[in-house]
């Protein structure tokens, strides 16, 4: 199994369109170091900005480039632009229409360890909710290297977030991508686990540990959140029982998205698995993950809870709260 | 066009911003009013624009930081021909596009503006576009000076000393007011004269009302490697004698009686569109 940082696959790729594209542009907010972009920088100079620590500014001074028909990525941590510039996203991006793209690299809790302040734990739920803004993110290094050849050519902005460390490949190399298009990588029938980001992974090694019990499981890779691809979901719920799977508060990330379109369209048993809504237990994000049971085996039993209660009232579930812990 | 006729204009365009509020019942009236001699300055005699081809990739670029003040931008852009002055009608009715701040779905908006602090972030990022791509036109940023206690406008302000941005040119419309009375009252923003200097740019101060002042201004800019700083001492609701320096006109529209005496103190006899 090879494993790659998506930030670095991200970064690689971006440089080597930038080379044949010259309206290729990066910023970065005294983020070179943790977008990788100092090649980039030093290479491509003419296709640099530095902004400094000032997010807000970044995002204007990618809206006024892309005025000016350059086609900007502007790199940095995820919980600094979702959270510090969130009205520049809202108003010089999306409601403008500007065609910037937003690459928020050590989501989630790849900061785990560094506390609540660098832990981007609601940004999709935040960026799901501007219109006009789309959201995606990616599994792994070779996804996203798909992604990013595929937003060079998209217009419009979006909203990507990625994490920081290695993971495991889930794609070959060159895989095929289509924004708004979700990924269906196992079919089983007894339940459906839709995951995105570094979950995906994990959702996979579930679906083999389901399978030595006999249960079958679809797996999708939701990797855009927004549009999100509602006939997947919909087909998805004919086993009668999904799990939700995110690196993400439990509240208006994946799992909300879900079960807003199911308990709309098609009401099925479900369980969201995500971080809880309370200020983080700290670590490595390998621990953040093991401490909220997101997990191969965490998620697994969820799975088989959701089974055996699917005839009762689905219950309000989150990983680390105390239905796990039976 | 001259100095002169600049100013004769500006009046009518006066006439159109208090038509407008006064049918849509609400309206910026005096942040639209203390503006409009600048803003027609740069439409009618500074700006490089082709209104029938709005996204000319050469056109210079202006933008409205302080989006509140919109009627008076959007009666300029009708009158150079962006859109229909008939099109002014709908001003801020349900459904047009016409609506209380700058939307970009207007010809001649280049962004949605309207929180404040936003457009010099913007304006950076077009006059670095310009530079980077080797391109002639100018960026034209104009805003309030209440909008000056935005912690993003002084982000804006470095980054733009940063990359020697000749080609920027930041107005103020220093009416002295915002919507709670004076701005050295609110939060005080003097010197401001000598805050824009340390932040690196080469500041002017001039009467925003002389039209011949204003155009002598854009047509000298000389200095090179700083962006420029234009302090525009204006009044509020300049050209209402009734509202003239009251901060209760910062949002307010006329009724029938008020319009009219507005006509007649602008010298205007009303507006044809109407
Ligand atoms: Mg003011």
């Known amino acids: 199994m090879s494993k ?35 090649d980039f920088a030093r290479e491509l100079p003419e296709q640099f900005v530095e902004c400094g620590i000032a997010e807000q500014n970044a995002i204007g001074i990618a809206a006024g480039l892309a005025n000016t028909g350059k086609k900007p990525f502007i790199c ?37 360890a560094l506390g609540a302040s660098h832990h981007a734990t609601q940004d ?14 990616p599994a792994d290094g070779n996804q996203t290297e798909a992604l990013t050849r595929g937003l060079a ?4 902005p979006v909203y990507v977030r990625m994490g920081r460390g290695e993971v495991p490949d889930v794609y070959e190399k060159d895989p095929p991508f ?68 995110e690196e ?11 079960a807003s379109l199911l308990a709309q369209r098609r009401p099925t048993f479900m369980r969201i698995l995500g971080l809880p809504d309370e200020v983080l237990y700290t670590g490595t994000s390998a621990q953040v993950f093991n401490h909220y049971g997101l997990t191969p085996q965490g998620i697994a039993q969820a799975a088989k809870e959701l089974l055996k209660v699917r005839k009762d009232e689905p219950v309000y579930y989150c990983a680390g709260s105390e239905h796990f812990s039976q | 066009m001259n100095a002169g006729e600049i100013a004769r204009l500006a009046n009518h365009r006066r006439a159109d911003v208090i038509t407008m509020v006064q049918r849509a019942g609400n309206g910026h009236t005096g942040g ?43 009666a300029l852009l009708a009158d150079c021909g962006f859109f229909p002055v008939e099109e002014l009608r709908t001003f801020s009715q349900a459904g047009s596009r016409l609506i209380g701040h700058p939307n970009n779905k207007v010809p001649g908006v280049e962004i949605c503006t309207g929180a404040l602090g936003h457009g010099l972030s913007v304006g950076v990022g077009m006059a670095l576009g310009a530079k980077r791509g080797r391109d002639a036109f100018r960026t034209y940023v104009l805003m309030g000076d209440g909008e000056l206690a935005e912690g993003s406008i002084w982000e804006a302000a470095m980054a733009g000393a940063h990359y020697m941005l000749d080609n920027l040119v930041a107005i103020i419309d220093r009416n002295g007011l915002q919507i709670s009375g004076s701005t050295e009252s609110v939060i005080a923003l ?53 509202a003239e320096g009251d901060p209760a006109w910062h949002h307010k529209a006329p009724n029938a009686d008020q319009l009219h005496a507005g006509y007649t103190a602008l010298n205007v006899e009303g507006v044809a569109w109407a």
């Open chain 2, 32 to 74: 639209a009013l203390s503006s409009l001699d600048i803003l027609s300055v740069l439409y009618y005699g500074v700006l490089n624009l082709r209104p029938s081809e709005p996204n000319w990739p050469n056109r210079d670029r202006f933008l409205l930081s302080k989006g509140h003040s919109v009627e008076g931008y959007l």
């Open chain 1, 248 to 258: 993400h508060n439990i509240h208006g990330g994946l799992g909300s998205a879900i």
């Open chain 1, 76 to 112: 940095g941590p995820a919980c600094f632009y979702s959270l510090r510039s969130s009205e520049q996203i809202k108003i010089d991006l999306a409601y403008s229409n500007s065609n910037v793209k937003i690459i928020g690299v050590s989501g989630g809790v790849s900061y785990g």
């Open chain 1, 4 to 38: 790659q940082s998506a930030r670095i696959a991200f970064t690689r790729t971006l440089s080597m369109l930038a080379r044949k594209d010259p309206r290729l542009f990066a910023l970065a907010t005294d983020s070179r170091g943790s977008a990788a972009l100092d």
């Open chain 1, 153 to 156: 050519s998209h217009i419009g």
């Open chain 2, 190 to 242: 003097e010197d401001l004269s000598a805050k824009w200097r340390a932040f690196g740019w080469d500041v002017t101060e001039a009467d925003g009302h002389d039209t011949s002042a204003l155009l002598a201004y854009f047509h000298g800019l000389q200095t090179k490697g700083r962006p420029h700083c234009l302090i525009a001492h204006t009044v509020k609701s300049k050209g209402l004698p009734f």
């Open chain 1, 178 to 245: 289509t924004l708004g298009k979700a990924n269906v990588l196992r079919r089983g029938s007894d339940v459906s686990l839709i995951a995105c980001g570094e979950m995906v992974y994990f959702t996979l090694e579930t679906a083999k540990l389901l399978a030595q019990n006999g249960i079958e499981a679809t797996v999708i890779d939701m990797h855009t959140l927004k549009p999100l691809d509602e006939e997947v979901i919909l087909d998805a719920a004919a086993a009668g029982a999904v799990v939700s799977i």
């Open chain 1, 124 to 137: 999709v739920a935040l960026m799901r909710a501007i219109p006009g803004l789309t959201v995606v993110l």
